[in-house]
């Protein structure tokens, strides 16, 4: 196949879906799957960002209700050398909260 026509072909098939001539036409697709890789870049590293904001925020409010603030409570498992990360101790505060008292007890100490 000649180098043109296969590269025309990869953009149409990206292009797979899209409305109206973004699916049929070489140009406004090219555009549309350009600009649609780009978000798509730009979100997967948004993406890493946004989950540790919501890890943040619920072990927050978990550490409010235990009487701590979120700053000395990582501070407090730092300084006992305990390493759980953000993800986990989101987890926790959801789903255990009894385990999250324990660990905002030991962070206080």
Request: aromatic share 8%.
């Amino acid at each position: 196949m000649v180098a043109s026509r296969a590269r025309r072909k990869r953009i149409l098939k990206l292009a797979k879906g899209y409305r109206l001539s973004k699916s049929k036409l070489i140009k406004t697709a090219k555009e549309s799957v350009d600009r649609a890789l780009a978000y798509a870049y730009r979100d997967r590293k948004q993406k890493k960002r946004n989950f540790r904001k919501l890890w943040i925020t619920r072990i927050n409010a978990a550490c409010r209700l235990n009487d701590i603030s979120y700053s000395r409570f990582i501070g407090g498992l730092k300084k006992n050398n305990i390493e759980l990360n953000r993800k986990t101790l989101a987890d926790i505060a959801v789903n255990d909260a009894a385990a999250f008292a324990e660990l905002a007890k030991l962070a206080k100490a």
